[in-house]
């Protein structure tokens, strides 16, 4: 059984570990970003310069996490763009 759920968890950890941005519905009701910048070459700037891309301008910050699976950090900030 292993042999099968081991390929299956790899390729999983692979797709989180290559980051990006998805939408959001942000507490109070509005939309913003999920933004994903895992990975020993990834650090807060990648995230940072994500939501400045995403949003095309200003961001407000609405949430971070750090976290870590085995040595690759995992980081992800919510951020709600400025117009």
Do not use: H
Not at 13 to 32: I, Q
Not at 51 to 77: F, H, L, Q, W
């Amino acid at each position: 059984m292993w042999k099968n759920v081991m390929p299956l968890g790899v390729c999983a950890f692979l797709l989180c570990a290559c980051g990006g941005a998805r939408s959001a519905r942000l507490p109070d009701g509005g939309e913003g970003y999920s933004i994903n910048c895992n990975g020993e070459d990834n650090d807060w700037a990648d995230c940072y310069n994500q939501a400045a891309d995403k949003c095309d301008g200003p961001y407000e910050i609405v949430s971070t996490n750090t976290m870590g699976v085995r040595d690759t950090p995992m980081r992800n900030i919510i951020v709600k763009c400025r117009k």
